[in-house]
């Protein structure tokens, strides 16, 4: 695992929501209320200009592929190298 890049994820995601003091790799991140929608909206931001790449919302595959940070590792962090990014292929 890229143990910085998924580092940066976690840092914004805290930055966003002080009040929670620590995100494990499983933490469901709507489920349990680290991102509402608007910070969602935002944080899709933040991970295009992490990866380079864009991630399109069309779908609801895109969203399930942003609800932990493990999935986040997997299917955005590990060996991406399109422009945009395919979710759930």
Do not use: C, H
């Not at 620590?22 to 933040?46: K, M």
Request: hydrophobic share 40%; aromatic share 6%.
């Amino acid at each position: 695992m890229d143990n910085e890049r998924i580092g940066e994820v976690r840092r914004w995601l805290l930055r966003e929501r002080p009040d929670i003091k620590e995100i494990g790799l499983d933490t469901d991140l709507i489920d349990d209320r680290v991102l509402d929608s608007v910070t969602f909206i935002n944080f899709v931001y933040f991970m295009q200009e992490l990866t380079g790449r864009r991630i399109p919302l069309a779908s609801g595959t895109a969203v399930n592929s942003l609800r932990t940070l493990r999935r986040i590792q997997t299917n955005f962090l590990e060996g991406a190298n399109n422009e945009t990014i395919k979710v759930g292929v």
